[in-house]
């Protein structure tokens, strides 16, 4: 099934310079319709009010990680929110992160700094190719 | 640090700094007019061991730790918040400037536009390291701060043995770390709020030029 660009996207970084970096690149293959959120809090409520098709988080974020908004998303998983596919963009690049993300049931991770093609193949893996 | 150990005997009884300053003064007071060469040269040893010593006490005295919790630690952690602060600025300039470009360019020929397009991603892709350099720079303000609670603690054990050393400040002779000196032309760029901005230094100007 085609991937549908039109779906909301929503980032989550607590440096609003990788928010718009994110948000640039992301329309550069695309992909329009991009909500953004500093914390891991802040993007729990904006998904209460929006069903978002994707979701691309930091790791290190005060006061809720991304791994905690990451373990507070799928445990949702009676609901359509506990499925939507998560990415970890961070500069963490500890295995141990690694694993602990993948255990948490992140989708893909890309570590900083990266590129657009990185993150289009890495949306691709998830997603399905566009 | 040189003369920095204890001094013990066969006993391993401890001397400290004062008992062995008085030792020295008790010898150099039985040789005070030393005949021979060896009583010269015993006599010369004793009077630069004691000079180390003293030395020694001055320097103890002259670290002031608290200087290092009170103006270095803060006065680093400040100037770091503003590199971060800055390359920000910075980073939001540069990709205000790409945006631009980006509208600018749709009218142009497809391929002139692609490769164009290609450039501006690559200038978007490096703007990353605003956020990797903040991150690092954050673990060095985490460093500092740990330096500055051991310091404290230094402090403390400091006061114990050389009291005035907390209370009193005494410069370092040496030269020391010093972020900001407003006695020299060369202090680099100043704090926000400190320096006086741009608009102010064209009104100092004008006013030059009115005389």
């Known amino acids: 099934m085609a991937v549908n660009k039109e779906m909301n996207v929503l980032i989550v970084d607590d440096y609003k310079t990788m928010l718009r970096v ?18 891991g809090q802040h993007a729990l409520e904006l998904m209460r009010h929006k069903n978002y098709g ?19 998303v799928r445990s949702q998983a009676a609901t ?41 193949g890495k949306m691709a893996s998830v997603l399905g190719e566009f | ?21 008085s030792i020295i003064n008790s010898v150099l007071s039985k040789v005070e007019t030393p005949q021979s060469d060896w009583e010269r040269r015993i006599y010369q040893e004793m009077q630069d061991l004691k000079a180390v010593i003293e030395a020694l006490r001055q320097e103890l005295r002259s670290v002031a730790p608290g200087d290092i919790s009170r103006d270095h630690i803060p006065g ?38 692609s490769r164009l397009q290609e450039q501006l991603t690559n200038i978007f892709e490096a703007c990353t390291f605003q956020d990797i350099t903040g991150q690092r720079i954050s673990k060095v303000i985490a460093a500092l701060k740990e330096i500055d609670g051991k ?10 043995h050389f009291p005035e050393s907390g209370q009193q400040k005494i410069t370092r ?13 060369m202090n680099g760029p100043q704090l926000p709020g400190q320096g006086v901005s741009q608009d102010d230094i064209d009104r100092i100007l004008q006013e030059f030029d009115k005389i």
Not at chain 1, 22 to 37: H, M, P, T, W, Y
Not at chain 2, 1 to 18: E, F, H, I, N, T
Not at chain 2, 173 to 185: C, G, K, M, N, Y
């Open chain 2, 76 to 113: 680093a952690t400040d100037e770091l918040d503003a590199v971060v602060n800055l390359t920000e600025e910075a980073t939001n300039k540069i990709m205000n400037a790409c945006d631009q470009v980006q509208n600018d360019i749709s009218g142009l020929p497809d391929d002139m536009q």
């Open chain 1, 54 to 72: 994707l979701i691309i988080s930091d790791w290190n974020m005060e006061p809720m990680s991304g791994l905690d908004l990451l373990k507070s």
């Open chain 1, 22 to 39: 994110i948000r640039n690149l992301l329309g550069q293959i695309g992909f329009k319709n991009v909500d953004e959120a500093n914390d």
């Open chain 1, 80 to 120: 359509p929110v506990g499925k939507t596919p998560f990415i970890m963009i961070t500069a963490e690049n500890k295995m141990e992160n690694v694993v602990a993300a993948k255990q948490a049931g992140v989708n893909n991770y890309i570590v900083k700094p990266f590129s657009a093609e990185i993150l289009k």
């Open chain 2, 1 to 21: 640090m040189p003369g920095s150990q204890p001094l013990k005997d066969g006993d391993d009884a401890v001397y400290d700094r004062a008992q062995v300053v």
């Open chain 2, 173 to 185: 002779p040496a030269t020391p770390v010093v972020l900001s000196d407003p006695d020299s032309l």
């Open chain 2, 151 to 160: 310091t404290q603690d230094m402090v403390a054990v400091l006061q114990t």
